[in-house]
């Protein structure tokens, strides 16, 4: 069964403390991974798409890398601003030969100043 | 429009009843998506339009819920005989087309089954 794992549930930074957000997936068919922002109350904010194992993708103080098995979204020097849900997804080939994404519960990031 | 929109933003219904949740995409997004997500959870796949037709509703969970999409463009989920744990908020997101690009969200309906 399709499956995206995403660790740690919540996480408190200070301000300028750098960390990993995780997640780990278990699918077949990959077409991609996304990594999405969301605020409370508004709908998920794209961020990144990762195709394939070895590939990175930065945006400001963000960087997503993925492997065979997860992806990291590391964050660097972060600021109260980038407090958050960040949300894990994966496309897999769907059933009927559509595609599916599949999400993960998400890291609640708390920064602190 | 410059982005997805979902109306109402807020419903609140009693047990039993219809509801309907519309969504109007991007112009010229040709994929609709419809998900579901309880509070601390990630979104839940519900059902995926490619143009008017639904290219996958596995995600529906009982024959309560359908969705249309009759010109390829507004779409409206459709919930019969609403119970209590219908209550989430109900995502729309469309694409471009149905490879793996990201989507573009709208901020959703919170449907609350009193």
């Known amino acids: 069964e399709d499956q995206v794992t995403q660790s740690p549930e919540a996480l408190r930074l200070q301000e300028g403390e750098s960390s990993s957000l995780n997640c780990s997936y278990t699918?077949?068919?990959?077409?991609?991974l996304f990594w999405y922002r969301q605020d409370p109350g508004k709908g998920p904010e794209f961020l990144f798409t990762l195709y394939s194992a070895g590939e990175e993708k930065e945006k400001e103080r963000l960087k997503a890398t993925l492997t065979k098995k997860e992806s990291f979204l590391h964050i660097t020097a972060p600021k109260p601003e980038d407090s958050a849900t960040y949300l894990c997804a994966v496309q897999a080939t769907g059933g009927s030969g559509g595609f599916k994404t599949i999400f993960g519960a998400g890291t609640r990031l708390f920064v602190k100043a | 429009g410059a982005g997805v929109s979902q109306t109402p933003s807020n419903k609140v219904t009693e047990k039993g009843k219809y509801v309907e949740l519309r969504c109007d995409p991007i112009s010229g997004h040709t994929a609709l998506y419809w998900y579901r997500q309880s509070l601390g959870q990630g979104p839940e796949f519900l059902i995926y339009f490619q143009g008017t037709g639904a290219a996958d509703d596995s995600g529906l969970p009982n024959d309560r819920f359908f969705a249309v999409r009759p010109e390829g463009s507004v779409s409206t989920l459709k919930i019969q005989r609403t119970e209590r744990g219908d209550s989430a908020v109900y995502l729309c997101?469309?694409?471009?087309?149905?490879?793996?690009?990201?989507?573009?969200f709208g901020s959703g309906t919170r449907l609350t089954v009193v």
């Open positions: 997101a469309s694409s471009l087309n149905p490879g793996n690009y990201g989507y573009t």
């Open positions: 699918v077949s068919g990959l077409r991609g």
